[in-house]
């Protein structure tokens, strides 16, 4: 998302005529798109995507158990 950002203030930067982007080539201008797919591919092949969505839903989980453990009045899980 770092990578999206930069790239959309850089192209605003570059249309807008602002220097010193306005004298970088167009390259260096749509550097951080193509960084941006590289890294979602990577994130999408390697399982990292997946596995930062597991842990998520089980953050979430665990946080259903522990409230539904305090209105039930019974102690904290050990796990």
Known sequence: MAFLLVGVVLLALKW???EPVAGLD????????GAAVLWWW????SGYTQRKAMEKEAAR???REAK?????RLPPSRV
């Open 68 to 72: 539904a453990r305090r209105a039930l």
């Open 61 to 63: 989980k665990a946080k």
């Open 42 to 45: 990577w994130a999408d092949w």
């Open 26 to 33: 167009w390259g260096w201008v749509a550097a951080p798109f």
């Open 16 to 18: 807008g005529g602002v």
